[in-house]
C-alpha cells in the first residue's frame, strides 16, 4: 500500500454527497436500509461492509466536529448545545440500530468466509460491542456523553493575574521555568489556589461521572467499572495484574533513576531543599528554553523538522495547515490539554492544543504530530473499522515522534548548548513521567474497585498512591491541600476513563523503536509506518511486532529500557 499526504476525503457511494446530519429523522433510513437488506454472497457482505462504514464515518467526523469547536471555545453557548443533541438526541438512536447490525454481521452466514487475517480484529470488536450492550445503558451513555465535557468548561475559565496581566494556566505555567525563586512560588501557589476554587465543584462532577459508570458495568453484569471497562477498551492482551506489576516495576527501576535525577537538579540550582516550583526551573543566568514565539511559528518549525526526519511527515502538516486543521495557542475559554481528532470521512486530522511558548509545547506538537501521522497512513484502509486501532499502538506513534524528531531540534534551537539542554529536558521526562502514570493508573483501579467511597476517603486514598510514587527529594512541607486535589487537574480521569497505562506501554515501545533508529534510522522509520498502516486490523501484539518491538512490560524489560535512557542522557 502506498501512502500521500494530499489524503482525499473518500469518495460516497450510499449517502447522498451533501447529505449533513441534521437530526435523528434524517438519519435513521439508512440504518433501516442496511439492516433489512438481504446479503447473499460473499460480494454482497463485503459491499454492506462498505456502506456501513461510509455511515459511520460521516456520523464519527460530525460528531467529531461538534466536540472539536465546542473545545475551542467552551464559552459559546451554541457550539455546545450542538454537541449536547447530537450525544443526547441523535447517539442514544443509534445504538440500538448499531447493536442490530452488530447481529446481523455476526449472523450472516457469509461472514466465516471472510480472510481472518484481515477480519479477525474487526469481528472480535463487533463481537465485545454485542455482549456489552444494554439498552438501559443508553441513557447514561448520553448522560456521561455530555457531562464529561464540563471538565473543558470548568478548567477553560481558569486564569491568574502574574504581574498585572491575565494568563490561563498554560500560560502561566511558562513563569515556573523562571530565574527568580520567588516568582515561581508565588506563581505555583497562584495556580494550584485557582484549582482549588473549584475543588469542589470537580469533586462533585466526578462523583456523578463515577456513579453513572459504575451503574453501566453493573447494568452489563460487571462486578466494577475497572473490569467493564477494560473490556470496553478492548485490552485482550494484558490485564489487571499485568498493571500490577508495572506499578511495581516503576518503583523498583524507575523512581531510584527519578531520585538521582532530582538530586542533580538540586545541586545545579544550587538550594539546600529542592521544592515543587524549582522541578522546572534553570540556574541564574540560564534564560528558560523558548522555541517559538507563537502558533504559526510552532507550525512551521514542527513542519521543518518533520520534513527533515522523513518529506512525508513534514507533507502531513503541510496538508493540515491548508485545512486550517490546527488550533495550538492557549487562550481564556479553550478546554485545557492537546488532542490530534481523526476525522474518518476528510481523512486529515485536527490538532488541538494549549501553547505558550514554552519547551514542552514542541514536545507537545511533535506528539500529536505523530498522532496526525498515524491518521495519515490509515485513511486509505477498507473500512472505518479497520482503523480503529488499540490506543496503547497509538501512544506509541506519537511517543516515538518525540525521540525521532531530537535529532532534528535545531529547527526549534540554534545554540548548540540550549539544543543540549532540550534533549536532557526530553530524555529526563521519558524517566520522570512513570511515577504519575503509575499513579494515575493506580488511583483508577482504586477508585473503580471502590465505587461507594467518599470524597474524604477518595483524598486520603489519593494521597497514599501519590505519595508511593513522589520523590522523596522534592520537599512538599505545607502544600498538603495542594497534594490532596491534585488528582483533579488529570484531564483523563474525568473524560476518558482508564485511559492512561497506555501512555506507559507506549513509551516501553517508544523507546524499544527510538534505540532501533540510533542504529538504524531509516529502517526504524520503516518498521514505525509499516505498524501504524495496519491501523487496528491486527492484535496489539502483532502491531508491536510489526514495529520490531517486544509487546513486554515485565520488570526486567523495563529496568533494560531505563538504562538504556539514562546511558543516553550520559552521553550528552
Known sequence: MTYSADIQKLPRQFLPKDFTITNWE??????????????????????????????????????????????????????????????????????????????????CPWTKELDPQQYFTYLRNVKKNIELFREANIPLQA???????QFGVISGKMTVDVNGREYTLQQAAKFLEDPDRNLREEVFRKINDRRLQDKEELNSLFSSLLQKRNQIAVNTGFENFRDYRFAELGRFDYSK????????????????????????????????????????????????????????????????????????????????????????????????????????????????????????????????????????LTHELALTGFKEYPTEIAEVASMSMELFSMNHWQVFFDNKEELTRAKEQQLERVITIFPWIATIDKFQHWVYENPEHTEEQRASQWLFILGEFTSPVIDFTGLEDYRRFSWQRQLHLFEVPFYYIEYGIAQLGAIGLWQQYKQNPEAAIQNYIAALMLGGTRTLPELFKAAGLQFNFSPAYIQQLMLFVKQELEHL
Not at 457482505?45 to 461538534?66: M, T
Not at 448522560?143 to 465535557?149: I, N, P
Not at 502538516?317 to 481523526?342: F, I, Q, T, V
Open 26 to 107: 434524517s438519519l435513521e433510513p439508512y440504518f433501516i436500509t442496511l439492516d433489512e437488506r438481504k446479503i447473499e454472497s460473499i460480494p454482497e457482505l463485503e459491499q454492506w461492509l462498505k456502506d456501513a462504514s461510509e455511515l459511520e464515518a460521516v456520523i464519527s467526523e460530525d460528531a467529531c466536529w461538534r466536540q472539536i469547536k465546542m473545545t475551542c471555545d467552551t464559552e459559546n453557548k451554541e457550539l455546545e448545545a450542538a454537541f449536547t443533541f447530537f450525544m443526547m438526541e441523535i447517539q442514544p438512536k443509534i445504538q440500538p440500530f448499531s447493536d442490530k447490525l452488530n447481529k446481523k454481521i455476526v449472523d
Open 143 to 149: 448522560e456521561l456523553g455530555v457531562m464529561q465535557q
Open 241 to 376: 495484574e499485568d498493571c500490577y506489576q508495572f506499578h511495581e516495576a516503576v518503583k523498583l527501576h524507575v523512581l531510584p533513576l527519578v531520585n538521582q535525577l532530582y538530586e542533580s537538579k538540586r545541586k545545579k540550582l544550587g538550594l539546600d531543599v529542592l521544592r515543587p516550583w524549582d522541578v522546572e526551573a534553570e540556574p541564574a543566568g540560564i534564560q528558560p528554553l523558548r522555541p517559538f514565539k507563537n502558533g504559526e511559528e510552532l507550525t512551521e518549525k514542527t513542519i521543518a523538522c518533520f520534513e527533515e526526519l522523513k518529506p512525508f511527515f513534514g507533507d502531513c502538516l503541510r496538508k493540515m495547515k491548508a485545512l486550517g486543521h490546527l488550533d495550538l495557542e492557549s487562550r481564556k475559554g479553550k478546554a485545557p490539554g492537546g488532542y490530534n481528532c481523526p476525522l474518518a470521512e476528510s481523512g486529515a486530522p485536527f490538532i488541538f492544543m494549549n501553547a505558550a511558548g514554552q519547551f514542552d509545547d514542541v514536545t507537545t506538537m511533535v506528539h500529536e504530530g505523530g498522532h496526525a501521522i498515524h491518521s495519515f
